[in-house]
């Protein structure tokens, strides 16, 4: 990752609530799960019942899903190894979302926490 790129996902950071995997085990079914990765990285597994928008296309698409079109919804971002779902979190903010988090080092953190995962 370039340098300029790493500052980017690090200033994120630190303008995000970030969630350990371990943690959001036992509340997963309580929380919108929103995927930021490509389509066939969702595909090959993903968080239970989550919602895939890639980062390429968040601002243009997560209004028009009836699960993250309120503001007010919370939601749990994630990506593979967290650097994705960090600026995409940061964006929601942006955009005006309210409750969202961002899940700590991703899909990669999620299965080494014995995390469930789902394949269509």
């Known amino acids: 990752m370039l340098a300029a790129t790493q500052n980017l996902v690090n200033n994120a950071k630190k303008n995000i609530i ?49 699960e993250t079109s309120d503001p007010e919804t919370e939601l749990l971002v994630y990506c593979r190894s967290g650097a994705r779902g960090a600026l995409a979190t940061e964006t929601l903010m942006k955009l005006g979302y ?12 999620w299965q080494e926490a014995g995390g469930t995962v789902e394949q269509p």
């Open 18 to 66: 970030v969630v350990d995997a371990q943690e959001l085990i036992s509340t997963i079914d309580q929380i919108t799960i929103l995927d930021v990765r490509e389509p066939n990285e969702f595909v090959d597994g993903h968080l239970p019942g989550a919602i895939n928008i890639p980062r390429g296309v968040l601002e243009f698409k997560v209004a028009d899903q009836p």
């Open 98 to 109: 309210h409750n969202v988090k961002n899940l700590a080092g991703g899909f990669i953190a």
